[in-house]
């Protein structure tokens, strides 16, 4: 902004311009800058919405899994309690076959 106001100012300087020809420029300048600016301000706002709204569905699965995880590990804790008993008692049938 500032390398484009000095060499329009010099420029119009070296063609003799006078200060109301000068302004009226670098205010056109001034405004072009500042919407570009503002529209990309507008952009980077609007890619922070999405990013925050990405955000909270990425936690909601996040801990949607946890659930489905502490679940699972319920069902393994479960199944390793019936091979356990079962394992026991196949001890005591091979126990009662080999006495008989």
């Not at 699965?61 to 199944?79: D, M, S, T």
């Amino acid at each position: 902004m500032v390398v484009l106001g000095r060499s329009l100012v010099s420029a119009l300087r070296k063609s003799g311009a006078g200060l109301d020809q000068l302004q009226q420029p670098l205010h056109e300048s001034f405004l072009f800058v500042d919407a570009t600016r503002n529209a990309q301000l507008a952009r980077d706002a609007a890619a922070c919405r999405d990013l925050a709204d990405q955000h909270q569905r990425l936690a909601a699965l996040a801990g949607e899994g946890a659930g489905v995880v502490g679940q699972l590990v319920g069902l393994v804790v479960r199944r390793d309690a019936q091979i356990a008993a079962l394992k026991g008692q196949m001890q005591v049938d091979r126990q009662l076959l080999a006495t008989d």
